[in-house]
T-cell receptor, first 113, second 115 residues
């Protein structure tokens, strides 16, 4: 079954520093991959998606992600983190049942002054 | 658009009681998904509908859970009887058709506590 792994449970970054959140997928063909963000007490918001084509994908809020087939990875990046980026970040892949998503366990991002 | 609307936002009930969670998807969306989020299991799909028809309910834990979508603008998730292990945040999400079906828009969730 298609699945994703987020190796980091928590990450702390200083405001203004760069950010990279890791995501590894398990799937034979080209997967449909997503990054979502969840602020405390809120639902999930789609940051970006990858279906095919250009392996560097731009999203909202200044985020980008790069699909690397050789490493089975889809890491999320941001060049300069803002305090408002503190949230839970989820990587997801389309599951076996069609359109439903299989989510990773999430990475909690803390931004320090 | 108002986005996906869920009610109630919080629900506290006693074990054995019936619980009904409600969802109004974004107008014009063809797909509706119910997910559950817990610390132990993370986010997991319970069921999803396409044009009001259930497509995959393999994630529904057991017969105590049931979901309906009587029309394009309303869905319910019912738990009867509820148990403490059902305590979780339940999310509803909706999406459009075609390739846009993969772009799911989530509601704010219903936090359920069963005592």
């Amino acid at each position: 079954a298609q699945s994703v792994t987020q190796p980091d449970i928590h990450i702390t970054v200083s405001e203004g520093a760069s950010l990279e959140l890791r995501c590894n997928y398990s799937y034979g063909a080209t997967p449909y991959l997503f990054w979502y963000v969840q602020s405390p007490g809120q639902g999930l918001q789609l940051l970006l998606k990858y279906f095919s084509g250009d392996t560097l994908v731009q999203g909202i809020k200044g985020f980008e992600a790069e699909f690397k087939r050789s490493q089975s990875s889809f890491n999320l990046r941001k060049p300069s983190v803002h305090w408002s980026d503190a949230a839970e970040y989820f990587c997801a892949v389309v599951g076996d049942s069609g359109y439903a998503l299989n989510f990773g366990k999430g990475t909690s991002l803390l931004v320090t002054p | 658009d108002a986005g996906v609307i869920q009610s109630p936002r919080h629900e506290v009930t006693e074990m054995g009681q019936e619980v009904t969670l409600r969802c109004k998807p974004i107008s014009g969306h063809d797909y509706l998904f119910w997910y559950r989020q817990t610390m132990m299991r993370g986010l997991e799909l319970l069921i999803y509908f396409n044009n009001n028809v259930p497509i995959d309910d393999s994630g529904m834990p057991e017969d105590r859970f049931s979901a309906k979508m009587p029309n394009a603008s309303f869905s319910t998730l019912k738990i009867q009887p509820s148990e403490p292990r059902d305590s979780a945040v339940y999310f509803c999400a909706s999406s459009a058709s075609g390739e846009r079906a993969y772009e799911q828009y989530f509601g704010p969730g219903t936090r359920l506590t069963v005592t």
